[in-house]
T-cell receptor, first 113, second 113 residues
Framework: SAVISQKPSRDICQRGTSLTIQCQVD?????MFWYRQQPGQSLTLIATANQGSEATYESGFVIDKFPISRPNLTFSTLTVSNMSPEDSSIYLC??????????FGQGTRLTVV | QKEVEQNSGPLSVPEGAIASLNCTYSDRGSQSFFWYRQYSGKSPELIMSIYSNGDKEDGRFTAQLNKASQYVSLLIRDSQPSDSATYLCAAPQGGTSYGKLTFGQGTILTVHP
């Protein structure tokens, strides 16, 4: 498995502001993924962060709201822009190893007030 | 129909009993399935992966896959209070690899002493 470090682990933010979440992996990986887990819900994929190209977003998620960077094979950031209380969720970074298995960072618990 | 469904509501079993968790999927092309355990406030942890029809055992955990019925299950033998968590079934999206997953809604398991 990979060691995935995600920060911040939690934050409380004012509506209208932006928060950038960082994800660092201890080995080089081709693709990294960002998920959202709303309160009491399961995980929903936001986007795939590809090194050297733009991120690929899932239906319902747009780049203006969730810009993603992937400057190298071990690091990615997700920004939650112009936040509203509906953005209060846990945001999770993951990587896929050994074929299709995915491993997760510890998550960022975001509360927007 | 959701691609991956976990229809059973919260499950409560006594310590030492067998807990049975179920999952169905809609994509007949899916080749692999995963069970994640998520403790409250924590990120998902991979506990089982299964790629072929039949049973796969790992300690107290047994995953069962029936591709004809599009059905995946997880059995936990000798359930312990420490097994109390949300269990998430997942499958790769569109047959892709490297960890791009669709998750079921999750089943909350409580093991009471």
């Amino acid at each position: 498995s990979a060691v995935i470090s995600q920060k911040p682990s939690r934050d409380i933010c004012q509506r209208g502001t932006s928060l950038t979440i960082q994800c660092q992996v201890d080995s080089q990986v081709t693709m990294m993924f960002w998920y959202r887990q709303q309160p009491g819900q399961s995980l929903t994929l936001i986007a795939t962060a590809n090194q050297g190209s733009e991120a690929t977003y899932e239906s319902g998620f747009v780049i203006d709201k969730f810009p993603i960077s992937r400057p190298n094979l071990t690091f990615s950031t997700l920004t939650v822009s112009n936040m509203s209380p509906e953005d209060s969720s846990i945001y999770l970074c993951s990587v896929g190893l050994m074929g299709t298995e995915a491993f997760f960072g510890q998550g960022t618990r975001l509360t927007v007030v | 129909q959701k691609e991956v469904e976990q229809n059973s509501g919260p499950l409560s079993v006594p310590e030492g009993a067998i807990a049975s968790l179920n999952c169905t999927y809609s994509d007949r092309g899916s080749q692999s399935f995963f069970w994640y355990r998520q403790y409250s406030g924590k990120s998902p942890e991979l506990i089982m992966s299964i790629y072929s029809n039949g049973d796969k055992e790992d300690g107290r955990f047994t995953a069962q896959l029936n591709k004809a019925s599009q059905y995946v299950s997880l059995l936990i033998r000798d359930s312990q209070p420490s097994d109390s968590a949300t269990y998430l079934c997942a499958a790769p999206q569109g047959g892709t690899s490297y960890g791009k997953l669709t998750f079921g809604q999750g089943t909350i398991l409580t093991v009471h002493p």
